[in-house]
């Protein structure tokens, strides 16, 4: 996280600048999604650091919960 943190953060500040950069200006629209995955990811990251946690304290319903509702979320996204 501490290695992850500054570099998602640097992505999101930077995030048109690098896509109109790295894929060139018919990709201009990926930039605010860009931008919105980056804020994103740190969440992500740090779920993933905590489930192993939460499964060696004899809770792993926490997990099962959190997938379940990730599924649900993505599920209605992909849909809209």
Same mark, same amino acid.
């Given at each position: 996280?501490?290695?992850?943190?500054?570099?998602?953060? =640097?992505?999101? $500040? &930077?995030? *048109?600048?690098?896509?109109?950069?790295? /894929? =060139? *200006?018919?990709?201009? *629209?990926?930039?605010?999604?860009?931008?919105?995955? $980056?804020?994103?990811?740190?969440?992500?990251?740090?779920?993933? /650091?905590?489930?192993?946690?939460?499964? $060696?304290? =004899?809770?792993?319903g926490i997990g099962v919960r959190n997938g379940a509702v990730g599924a649900l979320v993505l &599920?209605?996204?992909?849909?809209?």
């Amino acid at each position: 996280m501490l290695a992850a943190l500054p570099f998602y953060f =640097g992505l999101a $500040a &930077t995030a *048109e600048p690098l896509v109109l950069t790295v /894929l =060139g *200006e018919k990709w201009r *629209e990926a930039a605010p999604i860009v931008h919105l995955l $980056a804020l994103a990811m740190p969440f992500m990251t740090l779920q993933v /650091l905590l489930q192993p946690a939460c499964d $060696a304290c =004899g809770r792993p319903g926490i997990g099962v919960r959190n997938g379940a509702v990730g599924a649900l979320v993505l &599920t209605i996204a992909f849909l809209i």
